[in-house]
């Protein structure tokens, strides 16, 4: 069984910066294959916003977040985080880290976390 905790959402002016974390709990016989960070604002569609993938440290970003947000992992707190910088109105949005356990899937999660709100001001 795999239990994520979010923290670190909150309410930003635009053009400031947060750090979302995600820290995994997770039986010792399994691996998270892959770590990740999904948004939903209302009435719009949830979209993935990056992922990272634990054998290669590979990332993976939406259009929308290149070049502002960066996904990073500390291995040895079972952690990944989500930096986003140059935060607009538009990524006003409850995020939710996901990890896979068996094979990744962009369009489903093995596990989620409970989501935490971010809110940018203009």
């Known amino acids: 069984q795999v239990q994520l905790v979010e923290s670190g959402g909150g309410l930003v002016h635009s053009g400031e910066s947060l750090r979302l974390s995600c820290v995994a709990s997770?039986?010792?016989?399994?691996?998270?294959?892959?770590m990740g960070w999904y948004r939903q604002a209302p009435g719009r569609q949830f979209n993935q916003v990056a992922t990272?993938?634990?054998?290669?440290?590979?990332?993976k970003y939406a259009e929308f977040v290149k070049g502002r947000f960066t996904i990073s992992r500390d291995i040895s707190k079972n952690a990944w985080y989500l930096q986003m910088n140059n935060l607009k109105p538009e990524d006003s949005a409850v995020y939710y880290c996901a990890a896979w356990t068996v094979n990744w899937d962009p369009a489903d999660a093995d596990h989620w976390g409970q989501g935490t709100q971010v809110t940018v001001s203009s």
């Open positions: 997770a039986a010792p016989d399994i691996s998270i294959n892959a």
């Open positions: 990272m993938f634990s054998s290669t440290g590979s990332t």
